[in-house]
């Protein structure tokens, strides 16, 4: 479904991605592990298009979208749960849902992916009138993955979902994850800090550092190899 | 005697207050999308005193009509602006698009200066006065006023009611949330530095429907100041605040008067002006986030 190969970008002078490749298949959760700093947001970021890509190639559902810009994507079906959330802070739950049905394809499905956001998050429905900037972290970060799921998505990428949350909560945001590509059918394309809770969600795995694809895998691979659990993982 | 002089200062006050208050919004609307401060902004409202004079000497066409007119090119002017210039300093620091708004207000100047000369021109539009009992209100200043209640109007079932105006508002509430939501963000920055810049100058001719005499193309210094005072009363970012600073702005200019007036020997419209600065210091002191603002 989404193919990167040897993408290349940073910021201003400073190159933070050295070509790395990877890819995604429909319907499967992958992720995209490293400590921090090594490029992981970056490269979802330069994928989704809000930092330009210097090289390489994106191709999605078979299309080459390497060029594209952010809105185009959306259209597309690509969605981005960003790091630090992005919500906007004086909208309420309701609203802050309904700008996830801006593009058009979106706003056309607009009642049913509402349905479908407060089966999945039950506690939204009950908050929808409180101001987003009001609620508490675990709730904005359901907020967050509720209005990408609004946007009626094919792909949805995550930047570290798990990110300040406490334990019993990373547990259910993955479990929400699992149920995204179970239930809707989404394909996952994960960045995560987190390692242990993204190895036992993710299908396949990726490991970055300093920019480059050190080893990938199936999680069960990686769990055994304790070379690559040590140096790229602290685990 | 003294409050019924000071009642149709009121009066006169929130008519012209409301035409402050529309000339605002433009500002702040720039000042809450983009993060700019538009220093070229009383140029702008220039340019609008310019299409209404040059329309109305010219070609014999009645300012209320000038309105829209004035409104399209300012939309123009501002996407030329904004795809010359501003797009590329959005990112850069704040000193940058200071001094483009800076050059963008001189540039204006001396071109109106090149075509139409430096001399002051005003324009004779007759259309009656009306009196009711206090104070007498002139009918161009009454139109002036309720062209600006109605644009302003406008502006908010805009922002609220319009697929264009949700994606402007979401991407002054957090542009990175906007872009995830598929909003063409640079679009919205555009979209928004253009309409800013069309309110400004249409603000231009309502301006000249109060004061119609005294155009000339460095006339726009003193209404970028009074914006200044305008856009920080009513909290910077928020174009209805602009409006409703604008209304206090005018109220407390006219009010003011009266009372000065009261002092023997003291000539009440100088002080009228200190008082304003006065009020921006102490807002700034007080409550830099604006007087009517929520934050």
């Given amino acids: 479904m989404l193919t990167v190969k040897e993408l290349e970008s940073g910021y201003g002078p400073m190159q933070v991605l050295w070509k790395p490749s990877l890819q995604v298949k429909k319907g499967t959760i992958t992720a995209l592990l490293g400590p921090n700093g090594v490029g992981k947001s970056t490269f979802l970021s330069t994928v989704f298009g809000s930092v330009e890509p210097w090289g390489g190639t994106i191709h999605y559902v078979g299309e080459d979208v390497t060029n594209l810009p952010t809105h185009k994507k959306v259209e597309m079906g690509v969605a981005l749960v960003p790091e630090g959330k992005h919500l906007f802070p004086n909208m309420n739950v309701y609203e802050n849902l309904a700008m996830g049905a801006y593009v058009k394809k979106a706003l056309e499905h607009k009642d049913e992916s509402m349905e479908i956001v407060y089966s999945l998050f039950p506690r939204l429905k009950e908050r929808q009138k409180q101001l987003a900037g009001s609620l508490s972290g675990g709730e904005q970060q359901m907020v967050t993955i509720a209005r990408a799921l609004m946007t009626k998505p094919k792909l949805m990428m995550l930047d570290e979902p798990s990110q300040g949350l406490a334990p019993v909560l990373v547990q259910s945001v993955f479990e929400t994850i699992q149920k995204m590509r179970d239930e809707i059918g989404l394909t996952i394309l994960l960045v995560e800090q987190n390692a242990d809770a993204a190895l036992n969600a993710a299908g396949y795995v990726y490991i970055m550092h300093e920019g480059l694809i050190k080893a990938e895998g199936k999680p069960e691979k990686i769990k055994g190899s304790s070379e690559i659990r040590e140096a790229y993982l602290g685990i | ?295």
Avoid at chain 2, 10 to 18: F, W
Avoid at chain 2, 76 to 105: C, D, H, N, V, W
Avoid at chain 2, 257 to 270: K, S
Wanted: charged share 10%; proline share 3%.
């Fill in chain 2, 1 to 295: 005697m003294f409050l019924e002089q000071l009642t149709g200062n009121l009066i006169q006050g929130i008519v012209l207050g409301a035409v402050y208050g529309m000339a605002t919004m433009g500002l702040s609307l720039i000042f809450g999308v983009l993060k700019v401060v538009n220093v070229g902004h009383g140029a702008f409202i220039m340019v609008g005193a310019f299409v209404t004079l040059w329309l109305f000497n010219a070609l014999g066409i009645n300012p209320i009509l000038a309105v829209p007119v004035a409104f399209a090119v300012g939309m123009g002017l501002g996407f030329i602006f904004y795809y010359t210039t501003m797009q590329r300093l959005i990112k850069a620091p704040e000193l940058a698009t200071l001094l483009a708004t800076f050059s963008i207000g001189i540039l204006l100047e001396e071109l109106v200066k090149l075509t139409f000369g430096s001399e002051f021109r005003g324009y004779n539009w007759v259309v009656g006065k009306i009196d009711i009992g206090v104070t007498v209100l002139p009918m161009s200043k009454l139109y002036a006023c309720i062209g600006s209640v109605i644009i302003a109007l406008l502006l908010y079932l805009w922002f609220n009611k319009t697929r264009a105006g949700s994606a402007v508002r979401s991407v002054v509430e957090d542009s990175e949330g906007a872009r995830v939501c598929g909003v063409n963000v640079g679009g919205a920055y555009a979209l928004s530095f253009a309409l800013g810049i069309g309110l400004t100058v249409a603000s231009g001719v309502l301006l000249t429907m109060f004061i119609p005499v005294g155009i000339n193309p460095y006339m726009g210094g003193g209404y970028t100041l009074k914006a200044f005072v305008i856009a920080v009363l009513g909290g910077l970012s928020s174009p209805y605040g602009a409006f409703f600073g604008g209304l206090a702005f005018g109220l407390i200019e006219n009010g003011s008067y009266t009372l000065f007036a009261l002092i023997p020997g003291v000539e009440p419209f100088a002080l009228t002006r200190f008082l304003s600065f006065v009020m921006l210091l102490a807002i700034l002191l007080i409550k830099p986030t604006g007087l009517l603002s929520t934050k």
